[in-house]
């Protein structure tokens, strides 16, 4: 015990020294250290340092799939790895975990989307994406067309490029210089994206980058429509659209990929996190049919774009082996059946907690926006805190004015973990409401 | 049921589907003195047996019991509403009190004091009571008869009995058998009919020495002071409020599994049934997730249909109030998890019922609900958890889910109730003296503290 306490502060002090953490208060943590330190994680658990057992109610960083601790995933790489860790993709040399994911991958992405580009994560995907969007223009001789535009509170990473075209202000004012020549059309309307293609001039447009439902910026579900109309001014004005599902992929919103409630395909479309549910670094691009057989024919040296790991040999036989178990165990269809499960939860606790506004979700991707009350900070950040220490880690989300809490867990979770999750975020929110209550006499 | 058309008939309704199940001549306060004035008269005779002999006859309808157990379990449910193999088990937990009660009435021994002259001597004996009224409840027909009966008749008294109007058909079966076992008919004699006339005419009779009830903590008053002009001897098992408190360090499946066995139990209509639970806040959320799951699979319908976990509760008036209890807990802010409204039918059913968020000023969290309704609060540390279980007049049963042996024994120490159950949902059985502690009653039921409710105790000095 004495050990373990001696452990937990020698781990603390290190944190606070040595380790400059990722998306983080820097100063808090800088002063007070990590908020947990995890050890270990089983189905929608995780366990920490100090003893504590908590839901994961975002699947960490959307990703976790399949859930914590699945000792087949670890099999799999160790098998890759011990007989080939890593080999080059670059000069076209190739590996079979990489051809055999690419082919799976083109066999489930819709449509004609058939050739895949691969990268470590979900911000190169979308810098791939772009590069290659613009690449595609050079080729075909339109090299005025060199704008992307995205949408209000998206967001599609932190590369320079993936930060330029993230439609949450924050984000690009982080930094003082970003990529040139992105453009933001409000993430509710085609009108506005016609408005915005217009006053840009259709012949200077790249590209259109879209995340099926929005994920870090709120979980915002598109109207009805949306989608196939954005396909439509796309094809009007010869503009190529992207889809980004980082997060929506892999079986998120209860259908393979997002983008498949709309029914419509894109012409390039990012992916990453669920592909190996964060076992192993992973992202990449697939192209559409015709769009990869172009740039084959029109290209005429080396395509100057590659990163290192693109291709990982060891990455990809876990994304294979990760995929057989989304497929195996039916986590699509659960996916939908537990959101709907979820949804259920939330209009519970709006009906009784005064301070939730509305509730969303589009299968295990959820949003429960709350009541800020006038003149006050957002709720979001102290219900989180409150939810962590009744056994929940959920995220907020307060940008442009957001008062929102998001949620994300494990495509594997069952009723009784939903009811868990919802017992409580009601417990949280109940918590916060009291001591609202108890400011207020 | 009564039917106000014919006075003189009570109609026993089956609560699962409103159809009558029995007719029985109502009677009242002649029949009540009838068998009172027989009781007191075969007192001397019955009285006067050996325990040895008391103990075969008792012996003898343990045993027709136990060969009629099916027979009786489907007239319970008929007229109860409980699943058939809780009738089942009901009658054979109704029947453990016979045969403990059988040996036990062999040891009501005495005792021999040292005096303070070297010429006297000291003896103090037990000898039975005189003739004893029970009084019972229609949740458990034949159980709360037995425990009261047995110890009764094996200590020396005779007895009458009043079983509930709703539920008559077992406890008259019930007679028939100990008939056929040998017991005399003055010696135990059941009255069913009008509730306020018999119970009168028995609380004004001197020669009844004794009342025996169970029931409400409203009508154990109203009896309290009604026994009051003639002394008798009380013992009463009143209402409840149950807590049942989930420590951060217990098994949440043994504590849901507990949990549904002590609350959903009978449609959660036993005084010892769980009416308030208390999780650790840290652990709320996966308790009350396993339990709102494992209850919304539990099977709602007729007890003689087989699978049936959860009967209906017993009229109209009890569904009401399951139904305003969590109708106010949501008003009130409980987010409702499982269950919440009537199952529909012909019957009084109700969906058993789980919500989280409860708060101490919610009804449910204030009063007995006698329904198929869990509420669930959080508590941060032990004596807050104490000091809120104890919050109430009750002092029936608690339970209280561990693995720490020093909490164990602090909470339930600290417990102001008379049965505790630690990691155990369902702790009644015929060798324990079950009872309340503050307005849940007086006295014990069971064990060897049973038999003395029905002795009083002589001492004999005797100079030499």
């Known amino acids: 015990m004495i050990q373990e306490k001696a452990k937990l502060q020698e781990l603390l002090e290190l944190d606070k020294k040595h380790f400059f953490h990722p998306t983080s208060a820097v100063k808090s943590q800088q002063e007070s250290g990590p908020a947990f330190i995890f050890t270990e994680g089983k189905g929608v658990y995780l366990h920490d340092e100090s003893g504590r057992k908590v839901i994961d109610g975002m699947s960490s960083l959307w990703n976790v799939n399949v859930g914590h601790g699945r000792r087949e995933l670890g099999e799999a790489a160790l098998e890759q790895m011990s007989k080939l860790a890593f080999s080059s993709s670059f000069a076209s040399f190739s590996n079979e975990p990489a051809i055999r994911l690419a082919a799976k991958i083109a066999e489930l992405a819709p449509g004609d989307l058939n050739a895949v580009f691969f990268t470590s994560g979900g911000s190169e995907a979308n810098d791939t994406a772009y590069k290659l969007a613009r690449h595609y223009w050079l080729l075909k001789g339109q090299p005025d067309r060199q704008k992307i535009i995205s949408r209000t509170k998206a967001y599609h990473g932190v590369n320079i490029g993936a930060t330029s075209a993230t439609g949450l202000k924050p984000f690009r004012d982080f930094t003082n210089s970003l990529a040139p020549d992105f453009h933001y059309a409000d993430h509710m309307s085609t009108e506005e994206l016609r408005r915005v ?12 980058v879209a995340e099926p439902v929005q994920g870090a910026g709120g979980v915002h579900i598109a109207p009805d429509g949306y989608f196939k109309e954005v396909r439509r001014i796309c094809d009007e004005y010869g503009i190529l659209f992207i889809t980004d599902e980082v997060i929506t992929g892999f079986g998120r919103t209860g259908t393979f990929f997002g983008i498949e409630h709309d029914e419509v395909v894109p ?35 080396t395509l100057l774009h590659g990163y290192t790991y693109s291709g990982h040999p060891m990455a990809c036989a876990v994304a294979l082996k990760n995929i057989e178990i989304i497929e195996q165990e039916g986590l699509v269809a659960n996916a939908e059946r537990m959101g709907a499960e979820l949804l259920k939860g939330f209009e519970a606790i709006k009906a009784e907690r005064s301070i ?30 409150e939810a962590a220490k009744h056994g929940l880690i959920c995220r907020s989300v307060t940008f442009d004015g957001q008062d929102t809490l998001v949620f994300a867990p494990p495509l594997i979770i069952n009723e009784t973990e939903i009811k868990e999750l919802i017992v409580s975020l009601n417990t949280a929110l109940q918590e916060v409401e009291k001591a609202m209550g108890s400011e207020g006499e | 049921m009564m039917n106000a058309a014919a006075v003189d008939i009570i109609e026993v309704i089956n609560p699962a589907t409103g159809q009558i199940v029995g007719r029985l001549p109502k009677q009242g306060q002649k029949e009540a003195k009838q068998a009172a004035d027989a009781a007191h008269n075969a007192f001397s005779e019955w009285s006067g047996r050996t325990a040895e002999e008391r103990s075969v006859l008792l012996m003898n309808w343990h045993r027709l019991i136990s060969q009629s157990e099916k027979e009786l379990a489907k007239l319970m449910t008929k007229e109860q ?40 001597r000291i003896i103090v004996q037990k000898q039975p009571v005189g003739v004893v009224a029970a009084i019972t409840p229609w949740n458990f027909p034949a159980a709360m008869i037995t425990r009261k009966v047995a110890p009764a008749l094996a200590a020396g008294c005779t007895v009458v009995v009043k079983p509930s109007e709703f539920t008559p058909l077992t406890a008259f079966k019930l007679a028939e058998l100990a008939y056929e076992a040998g017991i005399p008919r003055d010696v135990l004699a059941v009255v069913a009919g009008d509730p306020a006339e018999i119970g009168d005419t028995w609380m004004k009779d001197g020669r009844i020495r004794k009342l025996s009830f169970t029931g409400s903590t409203g009508i154990g008053k109203l009896l309290m002071k009604k026994a009051a002009d003639t002394m008798k001897k009380l013992s009463l098992e009143l209402g409840g409020h149950a807590p049942f408190i989930v420590m951060p360090d217990a098994d949440l499946d043994q504590a849901v599994e507990g949990l549904i066995a002590s609350k959903y139990r009978n449609a959660g209509q036993t005084c010892i049934c769980t009416n308030r639970v208390f999780v650790h806040e840290s652990c709320a959320g996966a308790f009350t997730g396993k339990l709102a799951e494992a209850v919304s699979k539990l099977k709602v319908g007729n007890g003689l249909d087989a699978g049936t976990d959860i009967g209906p509760v017993i009229n ?28 529909g039918g012909q019957g009084t059913f109700f ?9 101490d000023d919610m009804l449910c969290m204030k009063e007995e609900t006698f329904g198929p309704l869990a509420p669930v609060a959080t508590f941060q540390t032990m004596d807050e958890v104490i000091r809120r279980a104890n919050n109430t007049p009750y002092g029936l049963a608690a339970y209280l889910y561990t693995k720490n042996l020093s909490d164990a024994i602090r909470i339930s120490e600290g417990l102001e109730y008379g049965i505790v159950g630690i990691n155990d949902g369902l702790p009644s059985v015929s060798q324990a003296p079950f009872g309340g502690w503050k307005q849940s009653g007086l006295g014990r039921e069971g064990g060897h503290y049973g038999l003395d409710e029905y002795v009083e105790v002589k001492y004999i000095s005797m100079h030499l």
């Open chain 1, 197 to 208: 293609i217009e006053e840009e001039g259709p012949e200077t447009v790249a590209a259109f």
């Open chain 1, 356 to 385: 939730v506004r509305s509730v969303r979700a589009r299968g295990l991707m959820g949003a429960v926006e709350l009541a800020t009350p006038a003149g006050s900070e957002p709720l979001a950040p102290t219900v989180v805190a």
């Open chain 2, 316 to 343: 109209q008036a009890a569904l009401e109030k399951v139904k305003a209890h969590v109708e106010d807990a949501v008003l009130k802010g409980a987010l409702l998890l499982s269950g919440g409204r009537e199952h």
């Open chain 2, 351 to 359: 969906e058993p019922t789980v919500i989280a968020g409860a708060t």
């Open chain 2, 81 to 120: 509403g409980k699943p058939l193999k809780e009738a089942l088990g009901e009658i054979r937990y109704a029947n453990s009190y016979i045969s403990w009660y059988a040996e036990e009435g062999k040891r009501l021994y005495g005792q021999t004091i040292p005096a303070s002259d070297r010429n006297k």
């Open chain 1, 267 to 301: 012409d390039m479309m990012c992916f990453a996190k669920g592909v190996t549910s964060g076992y192993a670094p992973l992202g990449g691009v697939v192209f559409s049919e015709s769009l990869y057989k172009e740039l084959g024919d029109l290209s005429t040296g």
